[in-house]
């Protein structure tokens, strides 16, 4: 059985910095994509980060480039998301998710992602 487990988020300050942690097992975790995405209230869930199998490669919103860092470690099967400069827009559920299959033309899109986990609130005070 497949998990993700979010943990990280929490009450942030604009201009500050969380770090989200995303813990997985029942998967091979080294051979799947894992990325990051967030849903306001009243909005759709939305691309913010991914990350490649080894590391090596890795992708961000607009939104978020620059601000966020995104980083794996396979031998602890965990994702990170780094995020820096907080904007109060940046309050959101904050959910991880794994896909095994990579298409760069797919990166962003939900419903190519196999597993996801719970989410984790993210609010930033101005």
């Known amino acids: 059985q497949v998990q993700l487990v979010e943990a990280g988020g929490g009450l942030g300050q604009a201009g500050g910095a969380l770090r989200l942690s995303c813990a997985a097992s029942g998967l091979t975790f080294s051979t799947y994509y894992m990325g990051w995405f967030r849903q306001a209230p009243g909005k759709e869930r939305e691309f913010v980060a991914a990350i490649s199998w080894s590391g090596a490669n890795t992708h961000f919103a607009d939104s978020v480039k620059g601000r966020f860092t995104i980083s794996r470690d396979n031998g602890e099967n965990t994702a990170y998301l780094q995020m820096n400069s907080l904007k109060p827009e940046d309050t959101a559920l904050y959910y991880c998710?794994?896909?095994?299959?990579?298409?760069?033309?797919?990166?962003?899109?939900?419903?190519?992602?196999?597993?996801w986990g719970q989410g984790t609130q993210v609010t930033v005070s101005s």
């Open positions: 998710a794994a896909r095994r299959r990579f298409t760069k033309a797919t990166l962003t899109r939900v419903a190519e992602y196999d597993y």
